[in-house]
């Protein structure tokens, strides 16, 4: 998704979502279902999962050939990920290697390094992780302290990382840390791709508010990182990190509407294997509105920041207007498809009870949603100083 | 399609021409409308239209509802593209500004009246609609007799009908209204956006130039935060626009021009008593134009039955349950 300039090939509008919808059909078990509570795949199961879909065609789409991709367009990328999005597929377990690290990667990385480490995403063979936030440099990320210091063997880091998701389960680590001091700020820091297994890491898992045990902190101890990991010159793989980051914003988890879509399905079919369920439900028509109105709206401004990115244009601070917008409807709506699901005390069978399990950790994990990625507060700051202008002196 | 033309070019024409009729009296603005072919953007080539798609129509409406005009140019196009197949003489009289009318926006003929006419007391024609889904456009006169109601919005004061007589005029089919009304819920959209834009504009710009305590509004954090939730409001208007006129593998137009209008309507109203807040003292003058806005995004919302259109969408999502995965335990009820 990178790369705007990519030739786009002859698209035939809706041939790539049937592709990927039969492949979908086929291949996601009752296992890897994210609406069935009582049945959870291994992560061994969910990585095997998320390569075969590369192989089918329904991730890496828009990565070069030559870096293992399958180099067709954004079209194809927004026609796979809305029939992704619309079934009960789990989340990526490799979203940061495919979303982040490797789009930076293409940007920034020396060829060698691209031809190396970005296949290896694609085939589940590396899963990464983002080591940015530290516990003193959360929304304000430049104040990160984590060092590299230069010495005769390659760079030796010093610190820790914390909020990094999914740093338990990865190979490899997207490192920010500064060469200089930390009151340099945005000046002299430095991306590296560091190897998770590197004598001196030490990662500890991080229970969050829905029992999930994704994020942890990861803490650096004199770990020695070879010349060859850095990605980019210093100061440069940074800017590349801040211009990747702002189209991430905007197009990361591209399926997020038409998952957002598929909860409000699950909801509004659970309720109606019930009966005495599907009498709270119809109290609840106008948010069932409301929400549906909000996925719609999420499209529209998805779909607005494709068509874009097609015409050459930047995404730049407009990516925290998606941002903002689907955590807050997401909340709204996570909040009241917990309210319906556990309204009714009894037994309403398998299907009620799946539900239930499925909207109360929505519920919980959407309290999360306007916080990582950059805070609601952070996306409003953004908005109002390189959106609007506004000024903060006469 | 492809069109040499952009929308967009139409937006600094529109805007020139608002701006001329602000100035000018009611019925001339019709003419400065006509002469400018603003009425016939989107309306076909065979009766004097430009044979452009509804897209070229949205910041030409856009800029009416910035502007303030006051004239039911919405109305205008949406009739004058209605009646093209059904009476082409009359649609061309409504392009050139000969016929003037207005559509009245609820109730229907059986009810004996019907109501939310913008400028229905000084227009020729009105569109009625009827129970069964079509309607007419009926000559204005003692049958059809107009009646100032309550009006919120100063800008087109709106007008009641009461049907005393035979609904006799241009018959429009239901296949026509179906259309008109789909079409109505986009320029409905784009008047609201136009005129949300304006209102986070003038915000904008009081917060930067009004100082308090030593510094501008805007150097406020809570102020710029409120600013921002309303600019996200107005780009998430001009996305669902995009959206509503785009039809897309796997899309359904009809919903993303609900969603569309549903979710502008309502952002709409609240941008602008966002902008009456920033304002302070002044936001709640007459002589500030904040309170022309929001009257005529209200009117709009009521006469688009943002409401009932809620509440439909509501009922028909818990009604029904369509997409294949869950299909199987949707069963029961």
Known sequence: ?394 | MDFDLDPKEFEDTARAVMEACAEAAPPARARLLAEAGLIGVAAPETIGGLGLPLDFAVPVVAAAGEGLLGFPLMEAMLVARALAEFDAAEAEAVITGETTVTIAWQGVAEDGVVGAAPMGETVDRVVIFRADGSAVLARIGATIAPRRGATLDIETPEARFVLTGQLDGIELSVDAVETLCSDAMVLRSAFVRGSAEKCLALAVEYAQDRSQFGKPLSANQVIRHRLSRDKLATETMRNALARALTEVPGGDVHLAREACWLATARAGIAVAESAIQVFGGMGFTWEVPLHRHLRQMRTQAQAGGVAEKTEALGQRLIGASTNAWYGEIANVV
Not at chain 1, 144 to 149: I, Q, V
Not at chain 1, 238 to 260: K, Q
Not at chain 1, 277 to 293: F, H, P, V
């Open chain 1, 1 to 394: 998704m990178t790369t705007q300039e990519r030739i786009e090939r002859s698209y035939e509008p809706g041939a790539y979502a049937a592709q990927a919808r039969g492949w979908i059909e086929t291949n996601l078990t009752d296992a890897l279902r994210t609406d069935r509570a009582t049945q959870e795949a291994s992560l061994a199961e969910k990585i095997a999962f998320e390569a075969a879909q590369h192989e089918a065609g329904l991730v890496g789409i828009t990565w070069p050939v030559e870096y293992g991709g399958h180099g067709l367009g954004l079209r194809e990328h927004l026609e796979a990920n809305r029939e992704i999005g619309l079934s009960p597929m789990p989340n990526a377990v490799n979203s940061i290697g495919k979303e982040l690290a490797g789009p930076i990667i293409m940007t920034v990385g020396r060829d060698d390094q691209k031809r190396d480490l970005l296949p290896k995403i694609l085939k589940m063979e590396n899963i990464w992780c983002q080591g940015f936030s530290e516990p003193g440099a959360g929304s304000d990320l430049v104040a990160l302290r984590t060092r590299a210091e230069k010495t005769a063997d390659g760079w030796k880091v010093n610190g820790q990382k914390i909020w990094t998701s999914g740093a338990s389960k990865s190979q490899y680590c997207l490192l920010l840390a500064r060469t200089g001091s930390a009151d340099d700020r945005h000046k002299g820091l430095m991306l590296f791709a560091v190897p998770m297994e590197s004598p001196g890491i030490d990662v500890r898992e991080i229970v969050s508010i829905d029992g999930a045990r994704s994020f942890c902190e990861v803490f650096f101890n004199n770990v020695m990182v070879a010349e060859e990991n850095m990605l980019g010159a210093p100061d440069e793989g940074w800017a590349a990190a801040s211009r990747v980051l702002s189209i991430e914003r905007a197009t990361n988890r591209m399926y997020r509407s038409w998952r957002f879509e598929s909860e409000i399905d699950h909801l509004v079919a659970a309720c109606r294997s019930d009966n005495r369920t599907y009498q709270i439900l119809k109290g609840y028509s106008a948010e069932i509105a409301q929400a549906r109105i909000a996925v719609e709206n999420l499209k529209g401004h998805v779909e607005t920041m494709v068509a874009d990115l097609l015409n050459g244009q930047q995404i730049g601070p407009r990516g925290s207007l998606p941002k903002l917008y689907w955590s807050e409807a997401h909340q709204r709506w996570a909040q009241m498809a917990y309210e319906v699901t556990t309204r009714f005390p009894l037994d309403g069978g398998q299907a009620l009870t799946d539900a239930r399990a499925r909207f109360e950790t929505i519920y919980l994990a959407s309290r999360a949603e306007t916080i990582y990625a950059g805070t609601t507060e952070i996306q409003l700051d953004i908005i109002s100083k390189r959106i609007l202008n506004l000024k903060k002196a006469a």
